[in-house]
């Protein structure tokens, strides 16, 4: 921290702050804060079993913050049932029931979890604001991303947020003082999943020893067709932890992002399998091996593609965190099924001379 940076106490409900310039940013040392401290009481609330027009209306009584961003759908025991834009509320039928728009696959903070548990979640999400529970799902408040900058409220362009959101991930880094230990802890587990897949791989390659020998290329080529499969599988799996990271999860979402991939993973693998197999047939002048080696790019890039987009979203279903577990996984499973497409194929040729 250099000399420009100043501790401040502003009046916003007792935020502690540390100005860096001319940047407000909440310090790094308050991530083990419980997140109850930041919480903001003044949030805009309709009922679930209001209609728009009756939510609207209700809107013009409250006392509506100038940094608005969602409107929460509760019951009226103040469980949270749903969220919604204030757009999407404005711009619907006044006569649908509010529940039928709402959003209800929510992302939330519990009341009993610190700062740094809701830095995780706005990553995760990339929403503005979240709500605030407790045990039995009663919002108790909102906390929303004015916490790492005064300015936020008024960032317009998607690069603008995305400062914004680097930000929350440059303070979690420094919040988090990982002896190394606990790093080789965390790490270890998920290293193991390519400790496994590569014994998986060698056993698949003992079982196949007599076609090596008799088709030597097969040997020749099979890093090639391995790399390959793992870039795809690698592009898809960034993609798709992007996209999630973007929007609210739904499986909607995620057939979109596999209709943009798919279509591109069969063309990098035509593409990639022709190459590759002209230069095999070129090489060794063997026809059926080419075909082999062209096939199996084909079908382990269409594979890779499917497990870099299912599996990531998977893991988001089931509100873990896919950027840690995704790229192992993903991994281990496309070399495996590489080498199960790529001897299935070469034995099934064989077999027909």
């Avoid at 702050?17 to 003044?42: C, D, F, M, Q, W």
């Avoid at 906390?143 to 440059?170: C, H, P, W």
């Avoid at 076609?211 to 290329?217: H, N, Q, S, V």
Wanted: aromatic fraction near 6%.
């Amino acid at each position: 921290m250099d000399s420009r940076t100043t501790s401040k106490h502003t009046d916003d409900g007792g935020l502690n702050r540390i100005h860096i310039g001319n940047e407000i940013t909440l310090a790094s040392e308050h991530l083990h804060e419980p997140v109850s401290k930041y919480v903001r009481t003044r949030f805009t609330r309709v009922y679930v079993d209001c209609t728009v027009e009756r939510a609207l209306s209700l809107l013009r009584t409250q006392l509506i913050s100038d940094r608005i961003a969602y409107v929460y759908v509760t019951d009226h025991e103040d469980v949270l049932k749903g969220v919604l834009p204030l757009r999407q509320l404005i711009g619907s039928d006044p006569s649908v029931p509010v529940a039928s728009i709402m959003i209800t696959d929510l992302a939330t903070v519990s009341i009993d979890s610190d700062v740094r548990a809701a830095c995780e979640v706005f990553l995760d999400t990339r929403l503005l604001a979240l709500p605030v529970v407790d045990e039995s799902g009663r919002i108790a408040g909102v906390v929303d991303i004015s916490l790492f900058a005064d300015e936020a409220a008024e960032l317009q362009t998607e690069r603008e947020l995305e400062n914004v959101f680097q930000l929350i991930g440059v303070h979690l880094a420094l919040g988090k003082k990982q002896s190394p230990l606990v790093a080789f802890r965390d790490r270890f587990p998920w290293l193991l999943f390519n400790v496994g897949s590569g014994i998986v791989c060698a056993l698949i390659a003992a079982r196949n020893e007599l076609l090596i020998a008799e088709i030597t290329i097969l040997a020749l080529f099979l890093t090639v067709v391995l790399a390959l499969a793992e870039s795809v599988s690698m592009q898809s799996m960034t993609l798709t932890l992007q996209a999630l990271a973007n929007q609210p999860f739904s499986w909607r979402l995620v057939g979109v992002t596999l209709g943009k991939e798919l279509p591109s993973a069969c063309m990098l693998g035509v593409g990639g399998g022709a190459v590759v197999g002209l230069v095999a047939l070129a090489w060794r002048g063997e026809g059926e091996a080419a075909l082999v080696i062209g096939l199996s790019i084909l079908l382990s890039m269409i594979t890779a593609c499917l497990l870099g987009v299912g599996i990531p979203s998977v893991i988001r279903a089931l509100r873990a965190n896919p950027r840690v577990a995704s790229g192992p996984i993903v991994l281990a499973i496309t070399d495996i099924g590489t080498l199960v497409f790529y001897f299935s194929l070469a034995a099934t040729v064989l077999a027909a001379r």
